[in-house]
């Protein structure tokens, strides 16, 4: 039977990434002799994060996100009357429609232009250049990215054998009265399990996520979160992860990440510019 929070396509990902389930079969002994992981040399995203260049252009892209992040914050909360919230909107469609009016791209298009030509080859100047700015990506996160306004966001810090960091809800992401809905709360687990992967020494997509609620988790309270890997068998890298107030366990999950065969992501990247130019 599947784990109760799990995602019941496991096999389904090892598909994907390579034409069939990887690791099946492993042994109890198999798993136990992967408890040690070599040093990784692969760069995390919160590394990615952390090398990105502050631009002027960044930092005002920070601060209009965090400004944003204050009106949601202040929406979701606000007990105003209708006249008032009249105006405030039509303020707000001004401005929407001022950003509307500026240029508008993705970094990765500029990937899918080259996928498209054939030319997506790691020796081609024009992806060097591209691929400093791609990890800019990750500043947009919905949830480490501090120029997205739907960020919380959270920060995470690699360590040799463990991520940690923290994080601090609003009242955006109310479920329970006073308490995170427990969306967000798998949701930052994918996030926090995803960067801890790289510890293996491998990245990968994620196959499954099972996280328990063991109590309420808090709006408006700095929340720690640990994560470390706790095995890898072949391809497939299982990580565990918990989130505390204070004290208080609120909750925990283990996530299944299968590591990419290399190609597959240039091969995303070619079916997206085809798709593009559909």
């Not at 990765?108 to 591209?130: C, H, I, K, M, S």
């Not at 990245?203 to 709006?219: E, F, I």
């Not at 890298?237 to 505390?244: K, L, P």
């Amino acid at each position: 039977p599947t784990p109760r929070g799990c995602w019941p396509c496991t096999a389904s990902m090892g598909d994907i990434m390579s034409g069939g389930a990887a690791g099946d079969g492993a042994t109890e002994a198999e798993v136990a002799s992967t408890a040690t992981f070599p040093n990784s040399s692969t760069i995390s995203r919160i590394e990615r994060l952390d090398q990105i260049e502050i631009t002027p252009q960044r930092v005002a892209l920070r601060r209009v996100a965090a400004e944003m992040r204050a009106i949601i914050e202040g929406l979701t909360s606000t007990s105003t009357d209708a006249a008032a919230l009249d105006g405030i909107a039509s303020e707000l469609a001004d401005i929407a429609t001022l950003i509307a009016e500026h240029p508008k791209g993705r970094v990765y298009e500029g990937f899918a232009e080259l996928a498209n030509a054939g030319r997506l080859t790691p020796d081609n100047p024009e992806v060097q250049a591209l691929a400093a700015e791609m990890y800019a990506t990750f500043d947009h996160s919905p949830f480490i990215g501090l120029a997205n306004p739907l960020s919380p966001p959270m920060s995470l810090h690699m360590h040799s054998d463990e991520v940690t960091g923290t994080v601090t809800f609003g009242s955006a992401y109310e479920g329970p009265p006073g308490n995170v809905h427990g969306g967000y709360v798998a949701a930052v687990f994918d996030e926090l399990l995803g960067s801890t992967q790289g510890l293996s020494g491998a990245q990968g997509m994620t196959a499954y996520l099972h996280t328990d609620y063991r109590s309420p988790t808090p709006l408006h309270t700095e929340l720690t979160m640990r994560a470390w890997v706790h095995d890898r068998v072949d391809r497939k890298i299982r990580v565990r992860g918990t989130i505390h107030a204070g004290e208080r366990l609120t909750a925990e999950c283990e996530g299944l990440f299968i590591s990419m065969q290399p190609g597959v992501f240039k091969q995303l990247l070619n079916d997206r510019a085809e798709l593009d130019d559909a």
